[in-house]
């Protein structure tokens, strides 16, 4: 697996978790806002730190300089009258009497100059010093303004220390001509120092505050997560069908609140399940008692009727027509009645299937050449497609047959005379039929329905084939006896395709069909008007 593999899988397994657990996002949340909390809290905090601790070092470097001015200024009163030497003496005498003053302000350098004109002697207590002055102080002090300042400063090893330079001129009484400037310098190793550790506590304490805010974040959210996580897995097995399912209520709050409702919900739930359950199984049984009790009067009035249409010829010509109708209204009465027969056998589990191998090919021609006198009557042409080899399957022919006939019947009515097409196919695990017209199509919200029983888009429409409107959902019936799919596809004015697809070996499981839902092409009819009706 290459990296940008690793890293797409990776991101999606991310994602998912963070789009799947509440407790994460949550816990994520937290650490963010905590996080921005402690970053902005910890730099105020640090920055008046560092500003009141480098402010008291400015304030006590400021008092010990203007207490070297007073006496650097008694020491060099009389400077100008001196010869080289004793100038020099002077200067490096006063140096070591500054430098072995102390303060509140800490460690110390300093440097002494006096400038006569261009020239400048100075004196320091180390000699790097001098020549590591920032050019603006010394043009400020030479100024006469008493300024202050933070440079890097060699420390006389090999690296620099930040240090606070405070420069002031030291007045000279009576002399023109003279000044002599006096510098202070105050390491800040030690404040650094300081700086670093108030830093670096501040850095872990935020840390670990940022790290306990979240712990407490997860915490709590685990404790509302929680009993939200047993609900929903309760309310998964009570959509299972566990309809004894239960919350346990615990306490007064809100989530009790939730528990006692879901467990209200979910006692409506089982007593309207229940009277359900019990209406359908009173509906099924009496359709069951119903059908069985009409056929015997139904064979007698058939009988009946067949010996009065044998007859018509010998009556008179509205008595013969209504020998027909008679003999016409029982023969679907009968179909209706066997059509109810076969669901009710389907919904008390009592149907078999009777499989053994039979090639489908025959079966499909046979299917079309019933169907032919039909399809002459309504204009329309059968056309079929099947694979020269034979194609063997376990299935119960008398239930396929009644599939095909079914969608074949449906196909001629609403394909407005225009060519139905059976194709056949099949792969090493499944075959499929499909049943193709271009009548008037079907919509999204009929293609939903049109296994429903006894539903009619319109139930004004008269059908021009007839049926009991059962058709299609004892096919649905007999493809899942056999555990295989019965599809439709269907689009207004392009027609709709029916696919039955059933597996070779019975018993075996469906992974795919050997041809499409969708038709590959879709022949539009351009002067086509779409009438209402049922499929």
């Keep these: 697996m290459t990296l940008r593999a690793r890293l797409r899988a990776w991101s999606a397994a991310g994602w998912h978790a963070w789009r799947s657990s509440l407790q994460l996002r949550i816990g994520a949340i937290t650490m963010l806002v905590a996080g921005v909390v402690v970053v902005v809290v910890s730099v105020v905090l640090f920055r008046q730190i560092s500003g009141q601790l480098l402010e008291v070092k400015r304030d006590a470097a400021i008092d010990q300089a203007q207490s070297g001015v007073a006496y650097a200024q008694s020491q060099v009163s009389g400077i100008a009258t001196g010869d080289a030497a004793s100038v020099r003496s002077t200067l490096a005498r006063t140096v070591r009497e500054l430098q072995s003053r102390n303060g509140e302000a800490g460690n110390f350098d300093t440097v002494l100059v006096y400038r006569t004109g261009d020239t400048a002697r100075p004196a320091a207590s180390r000699p790097s010093l001098y020549p590591a002055l920032p050019p603006e102080l010394v043009a400020a002090v030479d100024g006469g303004a008493q300024v202050w300042q933070y440079a890097s400063i060699p420390d006389g090893a090999s690296g620099t220390v930040p240090t606070l330079l405070v420069g002031v001129p030291v007045p000279l009484d009576g002399q023109g001509g003279e000044q002599v400037d006096l510098y202070y310098a105050f ?94 199984q009173l509906q099924q049984r009496f359709t069951s008692d119903v059908s069985h009790e009409l056929r015997t009067p139904l064979t007698t009035v058939q009988m009946a009727a067949e010996v009065l249409h044998e007859s018509r010829s010998d009556f008179d010509p509205h008595v013969a027509r209504s020998a027909e109708l008679l003999y016409a209204e029982v023969n679907r009465f009968e179909s209706l009645l066997s059509d109810l027969l076969e669901i009710s056998r389907y919904d008390a589990g009592a149907a078999e299937l009777e499989a053994e191998p039979t090639d489908l090919g025959p079966l499909v021609r046979r299917v079309a050449a019933d169907m032919s006198s039909l399809a002459d009557r309504l204009g329309c042409r059968l056309e079929v497609r099947a694979p020269q080899r034979p194609v063997i399957a376990d299935v119960d022919a008398r239930r396929v047959q009644r599939v095909l006939r079914n969608l074949v019947g449906n196909a001629v009515e609403h394909g407005a005379g225009r060519p139905v097409e059976l194709t ?32 009619r888009a319109d139930p004004a429409r008269v059908r021009t084939v007839g049926g009991s409107g059962l058709g299609l959902s004892i096919s649905l019936e007999d493809a899942r006896l056999h555990g295989g799919w019965l599809q439709v596809w269907g689009q207004p004015d392009q027609g709709a395709q029916f696919r039955l697809t059933l597996p070779l070996n019975a018993g075996d499981d469906l992974t795919g069909s050997p041809l499409p839902l969708r038709p590959v092409v879709v022949r539009r009819r351009p002067d086509s008007r779409r009438p209402e009706g049922p499929r």
């Excluded at 800040?188 to 550790?197: A, N, R, V």
């Excluded at 996580?229 to 306490?251: D, K, M, P, T």
């Excluded at 056949?424 to 049943?435: F, K, P, Y």
């Design 187 to 280: 390491p800040l190793d030690q404040e650094q120092e300081t700086l670093s550790l108030v830093r670096s506590t501040v850095a872990i304490s935020g840390i670990a505050l940022t790290l306990f805010v979240v712990g407490i974040g997860v915490l709590v959210t685990r404790l509302v997560v929680d009993p939200v996580r047993r609900a929903a897995s309760s309310a998964q097995r009570l959509a299972e069908g566990q309809l004894e399912e239960r919350l346990a209520v615990n306490g007064e709050d809100d989530l009790a609140r939730l528990a006692t409702s879901f467990n209200a919900m979910a006692d409506s739930l089982q007593r309207q399940i229940t009277q359900l359950e019990g209406l359908s």
């Design 424 to 455: 056949l196919a099949a792969n090493r695990t499944a075959a499929a039929v499909t049943v193709r017209d271009h009548g008037i199509g079907l919509t999204s919200e009929e293609a939903a329905h049109v296994f429903d029983r006894f539903w």
